[in-house]
């Protein structure tokens, strides 16, 4: 089951700029923009970079490293929407911003160890 976790105080990212953040063993990428925050998976998947340090314009964050463009919305890649990262629900409750990460499902034990 996932519930929400907070991770920040509204006014802790200025608007237009995201923050990075340790969730359930993930790293996840909060977004301001025009006094809404949106949550998608921090790493870029070309080679790792961290999307909360890109550039955030119109809805778009931009990977630091290779220009791949992310929407902040849900995640796609806006040269191949086929693709995507995962993206992550937020609300605002109080002054606490907050993000819905699944938990880490237990991996299966290996074969023959033991």
């Not at 995640?75 to 609300?91: E, H, L």
Request: with cysteine; hydrophobic share 35%.
């Amino acid at each position: 089951m996932s519930d929400f976790t907070t991770v920040a105080k509204v006014g802790d990212i200025p608007d237009g700029e995201g923050h990075a953040y340790a969730v359930n063993g993930r790293m996840v990428a909060v977004f301001h923009e025009n006094g809404t925050y949106q949550a998608i998976d921090d790493f870029c998947p070309h080679m790792g970079a961290s999307l909360a340090g890109g550039y955030l314009q119109d809805g778009v964050v931009i990977c630091p490293w290779h220009a791949w463009r992310f929407k902040t919305c849900d995640g796609t890649w806006c040269d191949n929407p086929k693709i995507s990262i995962d993206s992550f629900a937020v609300r605002v409750e109080g002054d606490e911003i907050q993000v819905c990460v699944p938990t880490k499902e237990t991996e299966a034990p290996i074969e023959g160890a033991g």
